[in-house]
């Protein structure tokens, strides 16, 4: 394992206090975004609005900490910069879908990045403000894509990791209206692609010059674990508020439900006018049973795993890359109730 300074504490999963949480996240707070995404920025928060500021601060401050060593300097800040337009791009799908439940908004959007698909602006019941401003943001951010050297060589792979996105919404969406047909199993195999890890490394891909291709399918392989870490960690800290937001598709709800903790009867209750208590019962009875420590585990199960392909690539530093991984897990943490 690479030697590196972490920014909170030791260890990934010890909880943060004091000094050691605020630094960060005042750092979070005070970082600038690139004066190019401001303005997206503030239409975002105009006609979706639906996340803080600070997400996208928080998301930007870390991607230097899990870039892949094979990108360059003089394309850093490049890769960093698209990997933002695509995390703005992939939300305002999520909102759209989750969080609006306007599906045929998110049909028609989900459809931007495939050439072979055209997007109906005429459909009813699009939003076509949003449905225009996704497409705005997906344009800018295929215009950052395609500046990298090597963005037409992975260009299949990009499509492939997109289309593993939108389906992890689309499942979000089916999940949500048919609770008594989630499972954990689905919800794990689904739901992490929604993090988008493999489209934050294929952007990396586009802009490393040296990657060599003999590696592709191992990091892909320890990818798959990362991103798994990443997806817990949003898991574990936002299931509290998507509960009371009455969306059921994080893998401790899963858990819950699947393990007759909750019931699919409690969930829908919830939703209803009034159903402050039922929310409530729902997030005691998850806490009582420590569910978050069964992902918790499974986090250091996923990371001893993905360790363990440390110096099997030639061209890409595993290590470095985990590392920045296990930032992220900290900054999770710190960040309970920010995002």
């Known amino acids: 394992m690479n030697t590196r300074e972490t920014e909170s504490t030791d260890s990934p999963l010890a ?44 998301a930007h401050h870390l991607f230097p900490k899990f870039t892949l060593s094979t990108v360059p300097p003089e394309y850093a800040e490049h890769s960093r910069d698209a990997k933002l337009l695509g995390l703005l791009f992939v939300s305002v799908l999520d ?58 060589e992975f260009a299949d792979i990009v499509q492939f990791d997109l289309k593993q996105v939108v389906n992890a919404m689309d499942y979000s969406y089916l999940a949500n209206q048919n609770l008594d047909a989630v499972t954990e199993s689905e919800v794990q195999t689904y739901d992490a692609h929604n993090m988008m890890l493999f489209g934050f490394v294929d952007v990396d891909l586009a802009y490393s010059p040296e990657f060599d291709r003999a590696d592709l399918a191992t990091l892909r392989r320890v990818v798959d674990r990362a991103q798994r870490m990443v997806r817990i960690g949003n898991w574990v800290t936002t299931w509290e508020r998507e509960v009371a937001e009455g969306d059921f598709t994080s893998g401790v709800v899963a858990h819950a439900l699947e393990h007759e903790l909750v019931s699919p009867e409690q969930l829908r209750a919830s939703r209803a006018d009034g159903g402050e208590h039922e929310v409530g019962a729902i997030i005691g009875t998850i806490h009582d049973h420590d569910v978050e420590d069964v992902f918790l585990r499974q986090w250091t199960e996923e990371r001893d795993a993905a360790r363990e392909f440390e110096g099997e690539l030639a061209s890409v530093d595993v290590g470095s890359y985990l590392d920045g991984i296990e930032t992220v897990m900290e900054y999770h943490l710190m960040s309970r109730g920010l995002k």
């Open 95 to 152: 909102d759209v879908a989750e969080k609006h439940m306007e599906w045929a908004t998110f049909d028609e959007a989900a459809k931007l990045p495939f050439e072979h698909q055209s997007t109906n602006y005429a459909r009813e019941g699009v939003d076509r403000d949003a449905l225009a401003f996704a497409s705005e943001v997906w344009d800018q951010f295929s215009a950052r894509l395609r500046d990298g050297p090597r963005s037409a």
């Open 15 to 58: 909880p943060p206090t004091g000094e050691q949480s605020s630094a960060p996240l005042e750092r979070v707070q005070n970082h600038p975004l690139p004066e190019h995404v401001r303005p997206l920025v503030d239409s975002y928060e105009t006609l979706i609005g639906d996340r803080d500021r600070f997400l996208w601060k928080w």
